[in-house]
């Protein structure tokens, strides 16, 4: 199995591990999305009722409140459902990661450097628990926000649909390339601070030996430059990621933009109602900001991409009945 391939298959079996909690923490998400979509369409149909001067009806008020329920229930059981899922999957790679070290003989691992282990376990496995605490699943989601809302709006108006969103898609050929530069960024941060980290296993364990030769003051110097090559690495991966996602951030403005120009004159003609126009602009969201954040993303999976690809050889996963 080639290197690129060995990170995702062990994502892969981390999922497959979790695949019940996994598939339920999507399924939130598409429920999520579903009960906003049909929020949205009764308060379209609430505005369009208000706008032709006639009061909604209690059954309408009462479902547009039932609507309102289930979509805070709907987000909150989301949250839950996603912070479990990761944390369980945190869990299984750390576990991994020791279980592989436990089962190798002895020989083999007092030829192991304790410093590039120290490395891994504070560097990649961390960097790993941060991504799919932070981004996995919040990805997953609003890649399915994207898709529903950008399907269900070609039903309500495929016209607007179209006209608002597809000079959007010319905005994403930016965002791949900017997020190649950030993980790339991201990437060398990376290396750098595993560098030091090691580098402060190696003073800690020659600790005796520098103070017997009197090295501490080169030593002191070589980790004071493996500092501040970190510090450089992180400092230039903010200002590029910050550069990149500005631009980003101005791109992805486009959709709601157009939306106010193409629909507000669609609105003004009678060819769309207020509702169903309120409906496209309260949704904008869920199309624009997953484009305005895509840069970041993708930048984050190749980090996690990296950190993944570097403990594959390290991990060693149990079955479901050895799992703790």
Not at 213 to 234: H, P, S
Request: glycine share 8%; hydrophobic share 50%.
């Amino acid at each position: 199995m080639t290197n690129e391939a060995m990170d995702m298959a062990l994502l892969s079996r981390m999922l497959r591990g979790r695949r019940a909690l996994a598939l339920t923490a999507v399924s939130s998400s598409g429920l999520t999305a579903a009960v906003q979509l049909w929020w949205n369409w009764q308060l379209g149909g609430i505005i369009d009722l208000v706008g032709a001067g006639k009061s909604p009806g209690t059954n309408m008020i009462l479902w547009a409140l039932i609507a309102m329920a289930l979509m805070g229930a709907a987000a909150c059981a989301k949250g839950l459902l996603a912070g479990y899922a990761c944390e369980s999957l945190a869990h299984d790679l750390r576990m991994g990661y020791a279980r592989h070290f436990a089962a190798l003989p002895v020989a083999q691992a007092e030829q192991l450097s304790a410093g590039e282990q120290l490395s891994k376990l504070q560097n990649e496995i961390a960097g790993v628990s941060d991504y799919l605490n932070a981004n996995l699943f919040q990805l997953v989601d609003s890649a399915v926000s994207f898709a529903s809302t950008f399907v269900w709006l070609l039903f309500v108006n495929p016209a607007l649909t179209l006209a608002a969103n597809l000079p959007a898609l010319a905005a994403l050929a930016y965002v791949f390339w900017s997020s190649k530069l950030i993980g790339a960024a991201a990437e060398r941060s990376q290396q750098a601070k595993g560098t030091m980290n090691q580098y402060a296993d190696t003073l800690l364990s020659l600790f005796p030996v520098i103070r017997l030769y009197d090295g501490f003051r080169l030593t002191l110097d070589g980790y004071r430059a493996a500092v501040g090559a970190w510090e450089g690495c992180t400092s230039r991966m903010e200002r590029t990621k910050a550069r990149l996602m500005s631009l980003s951030g101005v791109l992805s403005s486009i959709p709601p933009l157009l939306l106010f120009l193409v629909g507000g004159h669609m609105a003004i003609s009678g060819a769309l109602t207020v509702g169903t126009l309120y409906i496209f602009l309260n949704l904008s969201g869920n199309i624009s900001g997953a484009l305005m954040n895509m840069p970041g993303f993708i930048a984050a999976f190749r980090q996690f991409s990296a950190n993944m690809k570097r403990l594959a050889p390290n991990v060693s996963l149990a079955g479901k009945g050895d799992r703790a």
